[in-house]
T-cell receptor, first 113, second 110 residues
């Protein structure tokens, strides 16, 4: 079956612009995660959606970052007024129930110039 | 809090064994292990749950000491394909988020 998909795969933007990153999780998965990975670094947690519960936003680095998940499926991560330090690979993952295996998407490589 | 992994990096020759450790300062419900190859997304290896249940690939073995809040991943008879960065992730149950460690870079050489 189809895995987790993300779009765009690459995004180059100018400092100060807003960007939207999209994640399509595996159908039926109730849990969805966003992570950020800078070059050669670990997986930095950003936000977690689980079913109809309020999202865990504790990893969002600033109020320029926000995310939503519509209809319990597709999620969009929005970064406003992008800064150079926002450059990274943004990974999305979904899991069936929030306690098991996470399936990662291919990521979106964001470059802020 | 982020779990701590050790070692940070290791180089093995094919056929050698390695152990990667993961420890947390919080009580854990589960420990997850993933491997990420360069330029690719992380791939699930194993999950170990409180109470002893394990799910994962047959060729991978790991342990979970609930009292010590530690887990170890055992890589035996390493192959070149084992190269990559290994991440452990931990959660404290109740459908809480999984927090990943900083990773262990493993390189297997001929």
């Amino acid at each position: 079956g189809a895995g987790v998909s993300q779009s765009p795969s690459n995004k180059v933007t100018e400092k100060g612009k807003d960007v939207e990153l999209r994640c399509d999780p595996i159908s039926g998965h109730t849990a969805l995660y966003w992570y950020r990975q800078s070059l050669g670094q670990g997986l930095e947690f950003l936000i977690y959606f689980q079913g109809n519960s309020a999202p865990d936003k504790s990893g969002l680095p600033s109020d320029r970052f926000s995310a939503e998940r519509t209809g319990g499926s597709v999620s969009t991560l929005t970064i406003q007024r992008t800064q150079q330090e926002d450059s990274a690979v943004y990974l999305c993952a979904s899991s069936r129930d929030g306690v098991g295996e996470q399936y990662f998407g291919p990521g979106t490589r964001l470059t802020v110039t | 809090q982020q779990p701590v992994q050790s070692p940070q990096a290791v180089i093995l020759r094919e056929g050698e064994d390695a152990v990667i450790n993961c420890s947390s300062s919080k009580a854990l419900y589960s420990v997850h292990w993933y491997r990420q190859k360069h330029g690719e997304a992380p791939v699930f290896l194993m999950i170990l749950l409180k109470g002893g249940e394990q799910k994962g690939h047959e060729k991978i073995s790991a342990s979970f000491n609930e009292k010590k809040q530690q887990s170890s991943l055992y890589l035996t008879a390493s192959q070149l394909s084992y190269s990559g960065t290994y991440f452990c992730g931990t959660d404290s149950g109740g459908y809480q988020k999984v927090t990943f460690g900083t990773g262990t870079k493993l390189q297997v050489i001929p």
